[in-house]
């Protein structure tokens, strides 16, 4: 069964249950039902087919929900594009999905002005006086009524491009059996309930946002969004929507929570709390505690191409866990490779660092990646799918995960996990965030260095340095050996460091 089955049964099962909000506007399952087929019926016309690709630059809006959900009827493929990428990124990914239509808003207009098409596609605007039609003419002429395409559970529902840290995106391709499991691991991992109300803050361009949306949709929940992220808002929705579950990156939560709004309201229905995309601070878990006392707080780790790696739902008494493996997952921790490709049959005591590595067996596992054999071949090896994170199993089997194999530092002929180092220095009470890398040391082969961000700009390197010297948990060798002083990490929007984009102002030698 396809996802645009689920949506019909969904709609038939709660008619008069509210489906969406935006604003003032609200639709019940019902009513977006109709709205989403009269969408499709005119799609159809316009000479939309199975798998052809639909590109998406919006925002999170009503809008791109019907569009979400008439793709998925008609078979087609939906491709949601993050609107922060460069414009030679967006170009990239237009040539590389080859879209046969473009649904943008005025403030993605200006992604496509400039944009050279092989063959055009047609262009689809969300407001009036752009593009060859607008949304509002797909509705208007559409019926109720269109032809129903013959869909398998694998063909592809969506294709959604990495954040790209580093070279450009990939396209992820994800069959509608890949979205249907891991929407229902979601939901039990996360102790989801029937008729669940939730905020689609994550952009659907995000695997995180695609989840929310279809989670309420097989609860027959309700998905509450704005197209913008503004913190006081959402706590307001959060209160007046009775808001049962919230699904957010830690960035969000911390914006949420030490925001001066989050103390007018109590938060009584909120149950469930579920963060990923980046670690949690131990500070930020506790303060997410005190504001929003949820019953469920689940770390959920896993990625684009695969949904679920591992949950953990006892953060409070193992912050930084990353837990077990998920409802339909196995995975298995084998021997880092930095210049080498590491054997699945390679595992690594409990206790010592190694690669994680993800059975491709899954349901929620995608097949490879869109016109990348290369970028398949290098993560998919003997049935496994190589993360290039690294990690290590404590004692009761939990994951912890602590770096990357392309971050970790040879240094001196040793292996050195920066996320080591990085933790102990967020240790000193005047750090408000580090990252460490290594650079390239004609002595060393690498050298470490610690890009910190500083509460107080009197700190030195040196104070630093005698910090991490007098630190019981750190090694001598394992030391920085030059730090960098920022304003700040640069981050994607789901809160993953951009490497590339760090630099090397204000550096200080020990």
Request: charged share 25%; hydrophobic share 35%; aromatic share 10%.
């Amino acid at each position: 069964m396809h996802l645009g089955t689920h949506f019909t049964f969904t709609a038939n099962r709660y008619p008069n249950q509210v489906a969406i909000v935006q604003g003032n506007r609200r639709y019940t399952y019902e009513q977006l039902d109709k709205e989403i087929n009269r969408v499709a019926y005119s799609l159809q016309k316009l000479g939309l087919g199975k798998q052809d690709r639909v590109m998406v630059l919006l925002k999170n809006r009503i809008e791109t929900v019907i569009i979400y959900w008439a793709v998925q009827k008609l078979g087609a493929i939906f491709t949601p594009i993050n609107l922060r990428l460069a414009p030679d990124d967006i170009q990239h990914c237009v040539i590389d999905v080859e879209a046969k239509f473009i649904v943008f808003e005025t403030t993605s207009a200006h992604l496509i002005k400039n944009t050279k098409f092989e063959e055009r596609p047609i262009l689809i605007s969300i407001h009036e006086g752009q593009g060859d039609i607008t949304y509002s003419e797909l509705r208007d002429r559409g019926s109720e009524t269109f032809t129903p395409a013959s869909i398998n559970e694998d063909d592809i529902s969506v294709i959604l491009y990495t954040s790209g840290t580093s070279g450009k995106p990939k396209g992820v391709p994800r069959s509608h059996k890949n979205e249907y499991a891991s929407s229902m691991a979601h939901i039990v991992q996360c102790h989801y309930q029937n008729l669940d109300k939730t905020l689609g803050a994550v952009q659907i361009y995000h695997t995180m946002g695609i989840r929310s949306l279809l989670a309420m949709v097989l609860l027959n929940g309700t998905y509450v969004i704005s197209p913008d992220f503004d913190p006081d808002e959402y706590l307001e929705m959060i209160d007046e929507e009775k808001i049962t579950c919230l699904y957010l990156t830690p960035t969000m939560y911390h914006d949420l929570v030490y925001s001066k709004k989050a103390k007018i309201y109590t938060f009584n229905d909120l149950n469930t709390l579920v963060y990923a995309g980046a670690p949690m601070s131990f500070d930020l878990i506790k303060k997410c505690y005190e504001v929003f006392k949820p019953k469920h707080f689940i770390n959920h780790y896993g990625s684009t191409e695969i949904y679920t790696f591992t949950t953990c739902s006892n953060i409070m008494e193992k912050p930084g866990c990353a837990g077990k493996p998920g409802l339909h997952q196995n995975i298995r921790l084998v021997v880092p490779g930095k210049n080498r490709k590491p054997s699945p049959e390679s595992l690594v005591p409990h206790g010592e660092v190694g690669e994680i590595i993800v059975d491709m067996q899954s349901y929620e596992a995608f097949k490879g990646y869109w016109n990348r054999p290369d970028a398949t071949r290098k993560a998919i090896r003997e049935g496994w799918y190589y993360t290039g994170d690294l990690g290590y199993i404590d004692e009761e089997e939990d994951l912890f995960v602590v770096g990357r194999v392309d971050e970790m530092i040879l240094s001196g002929g040793e292996n050195i996990h920066p996320q080591d180092i990085a933790s102990v220095i967020m240790e000193h009470n005047q750090v408000d965030e580090v990252v460490v890398v290594g650079e390239e040391d004609k002595r060393w082969g690498q050298m470490v260095v610690a890009y910190v961000v500083v509460k107080d700009p009197q700190v030195t390197a040196q104070e630093l340095d005698q910090f991490c010297k007098e630190h019981k948990k750190l090694s001598n060798f394992m030391r920085p050996r030059k730090y960098v002083f920022i304003p700040k990490i640069p981050k994607t929007s789901a809160g993953k460091i951009m490497y590339r984009k760090l630099n090397s102002h204000d550096s200080e030698d020990t």
